[in-house]
């Protein structure tokens, strides 16, 4: 059956980057014959940009569909790092798309190339920067929702296109304006901005793949829940970790030593429903039972 909340989760990533990829099938289309037919550069890169956001639509889907796995024996916990490694592919993509606008910005102001402003650059440049940026807004509410790193890093890939389309229409008024080279300066502002991003969306993805804890955040949540269970004790050793968008915990309770086995486990596993119920995220949890007695006591 698998857990109901990743199920839920799997359904709006698949959806919101399915039409990411129509939309970016379409803005490509657009931008490559209009900037074509113009002689423009600079829109030529625009549609490239768009082309590189189609890749990175096909790779969360390809670490969504990975991840969706059911645990195997060579994979006892599961396929969510798919969803990490899939999220480090995009930041990369950022840093090269990034790279390359500064470059090809810089080859062109020194090598004193300008061009005509033209309307068609500015309608389709305009269009695209309101799509993307509403194709942004609902592609990182959905991946902060869903605790998706991947989603998270195509949804600020979706923002680097309309950040370089922006490029275009200050290219286009600066060339109205006589002055040739602002879309390039442009460009350079905005090539650097992007390699910031991804250079922090593969920060986490690292961290995530050098086993840090959950953020402070979770980790208050999670000793609050374990607080409202009167019948734990003392708890200690409290352990986290995430694997795609699944927090996997691990900690000890102290129950009443007079309890039997039947006893306590049931203490461990209401323990572990709440968890699971209270917390936004999938939790995969391994609770160890000891008696509450001084020794033991931390």
Known sequence: MGNPKIKAAEKQIKSVTNLALLVNVALFAAKMTAGILIGSMALVADGIHSLSDMSTDFAVLLGLRISAKEPDQNHPYGHGRAETFSAGFIA?????????????????????????PHAAMLIVAAASIIIKEILYRITKKVAISTHSTAL?????????????????????????????????????????????VAVK??????????????????????????????AVRQWHKLRSRTVGREV???????????????????????????????MARPVNIIIHIEPDIPQLRK
Request: charged share 20%.
């Open 248 to 278: 996997f915990l691990d900690l000890h309770i102290l129950v009443d030593p007079n309890l039997n086995i039947t006893e306590a486990h049931e203490i461990a596993e209401q323990l572990e429903n709440a968890l699971h119920w209270k």
């Open 201 to 230: 969306i593969l920060g986490d993805c690292l961290r995530e793949l050098g086993e840090s804890a959950v953020d402070k955040k979770t980790i208050e949540n999670i000793k609050n829940i374990i607080n409202e269970n009167s």
């Open 152 to 196: 998270y890093a195509n949804a600020w890939h979706h923002k680097s296109d309309a950040l370089s389309s922006i490029a275009v229409v200050i290219g286009y008024i600066s060339l109205k304006l006589g002055f040739g080279h602002g879309d390039q300066l442009a460009a350079i502002m905005v090539g650097l901005m992007i390699i910031i």
């Open 92 to 116: 990369i993509v950022l840093i090269s798309v990034g790279i390359a606008l500064v470059y090809y910005a810089t080859i062109g102001i020194a090598k004193d190339n300008t061009a005509k």
